[in-house]
Every structure is written in structure tokens, then in C-alpha cells.
């Protein structure tokens, strides 16, 4: 089973598509984070233990979870704030966020 | 709305419950961690961008995201492969494994 487990990380892996993100302007979201910082921290360190620290996460990463958030893809634990959220960024928005946050 | 949102976020963080956790033990977590190691990098950074760095991040969340996962009430993104990791981790191996990544 594990071995299984294994071979299967392995191939997602290696056939994850290759997304076309758009080039995110730091500067830019760093001017867009204000609302952010409410929770995530105006240094990316979360305020609360319950929600996730952002500072150095992967651009890549950030940019397809506030997508899946915008589009309410994304459910679970306190996604409904989420999606309140991003329910109005547009991908040029997400991409200077997900910059920002991992350029920290 | 920006002001209504501030608020609204305010309240959530305040009126957050306080989860009680188990307390996780790194070592343990360490020796449970190494098929997430294939993604989320030995050192807890992420072997592709696409997925999320965990070094450093809360143990609250973390625990609180594989919890999601374990139930599946957590969708979106890569989740279906999160779903499968998840599915066999107790509340100590979470925990444990919790501790393992936020305490690098």
C-alpha cells in the first residue's frame, strides 16, 4: 500500500499540467493586503493559530488556492470566509497577492 | 463593504473557538513523515510550487487541514490526493505530525 501510495505521489507529480500564471507585482500586493493582514498577519505570521501563515508560501500555490477559493472550489474548515474574500480579486489581484506573500 | 468585511473578519477571529488539540510529538511526526515528504519537500519545503511549503506553519492549522482532509470535508485544488493520505492518520498521527512541521 505504501508503495503504492508512493508510485502514485509520483506520477501526480510528474503529469501536474504545467499552469500559465500571470507575472504578480509585489509592490502591488502589498497595497491589496491591507484586508489580509486581518488574519494572515501584515508580515504574512497568521494572528490566530487557526489560520495559515503566508509569508514564503509558493506563488504557484497561493495563486491556485485563492482561485479555488473564488470559486468556491475550495470548502472546508473556515473557507466560507475565503470565499468572501476573493469572491471579488481578479486573477491580476491573486497573482499580486501570491507574489507578495512569497516574496516575504 | 471594506469596512463591513473588517468587522466581520474581527468578529470570526474573536468569536473563534478554542479547539482543544492533542499534543503532538515532532519525533514521532518525523518518523510518520515520510510519504508527505514526496511533495511537501523532507524539509518541509514543496517539491513542486504547485504545492503548499509547510515548514513553519501553525500546528493548529495543520492539524486542523488534515482533519478536513481525513473527512473529506476539505475539497478543491489537489485535495482528492490529500483525501487518500489523510484517510488512514489518527488524531496523534496528525497531531504528531503537526508538530514535526511547525516546529522547523
Chains 1, 2 share one sequence.
Do not use: W
Not at 60 to 83: C, F
Request: aromatic share 6%.
Amino acid at each position: 500500500m505504501k508503495r503504492y501510495t508512493a508510485i502514485l505521489l509520483a506520477l501526480a507529480a510528474a503529469s501536474s499540467p504545467q499552469v500559465l500564471l500571470a507575472e504578480g507585482n509585489p509592490e502591488a500586493g502589498k497595497a491589496k493586503s491591507a484586508i489580509c493582514a486581518t488574519c494572515h498577519g501584515a508580515n504574512g505570521i497568521a494572528t490566530m493559530p487557526s489560520y495559515p501563515n503566508l509569508a514564503g508560501q509558493n506563488a504557484e500555490y497561493l495563486e491556485s488556492a485563492l482561485k479555488a477559493y473564488r470559486s468556491k472550489e475550495r470548502q472546508g474548515g473556515l473557507s466560507m470566509l475565503m470565499h468572501a474574500q476573493a469572491a471579488s480579486l481578479s486573477d491580476e489581484d491573486i497573482a499580486d497577492l501570491a507574489a507578495f506573500y512569497a516574496g516575504m
